[in-house]
C-alpha cells in the first residue's frame, strides 16, 4: 500500500488549497479513504471520510461546510478541497486508508498565514 499527498503549501486566511492522495498497492475502489492533521504541539486529528463508492461522506465539526472530500475511482486518487482556510487549519495533511491494517501517507504541509 503506498499513499502520497500532494497540493500542501502557504495560503492567507479566507484561501483555498486542493490536497490529492494517489493511492497504489490495493483495490481503491473497494476501501473507504481518510484525511487527518496534525497541527505542530497536536495529536493528529481526524479530518473527513469518503466511502468506497464516494456516495457517502463525513466531516469534523471543524471543517464542516469548509472542507469537501471526493475520490476518483478511475484515478486511484482522493482530494481534499479545502476553503475558508484559518489559521487554526494549519496542520500537516494526510490521507489514510485501513486496508487490513491503517495505512498512512508521508503527509503534505498547509500553513494558513497572512
Known amino acids: 500500500v503506498q499513499l502520497v499527498e500532494s497540493g500542501g503549501g502557504l495560503v492567507q486566511p479566507g484561501g483555498s488549497l486542493r490536497l490529492s492522495c494517489a493511492a497504489s498497492?490495493?483495490?481503491?475502489?473497494?476501501?473507504?479513504m481518510s484525511w487527518y492533521r496534525q497541527a505542530p504541539g497536536k495529536e493528529r486529528e481526524w479530518v473527513a471520510i469518503?466511502?468506497?463508492?464516494?456516495?457517502?461522506?463525513n466531516y469534523a465539526s471543524s471543517v464542516k461546510g469548509r472542507f469537501t472530500i471526493s475520490r476518483d475511482n478511475v484515478k486511484n486518487t482522493v482530494y481534499l478541497q479545502m476553503n475558508s482556510l484559518q489559521p487554526e487549519d494549519t496542520a500537516v495533511y494526510y490521507c489514510?486508508?485501513?486496508?487490513?491494517?491503517?495505512?498512512w501517507g508521508q503527509g503534505t504541509q498547509v500553513t494558513v498565514s497572512s
Open positions: 498497492g490495493f483495490t481503491f475502489s473497494s476501501y473507504a
Open positions: 489514510s486508508a485501513r486496508v487490513g491494517v491503517r495505512y
Open positions: 469518503i466511502n468506497d463508492l464516494g456516495d457517502n461522506t
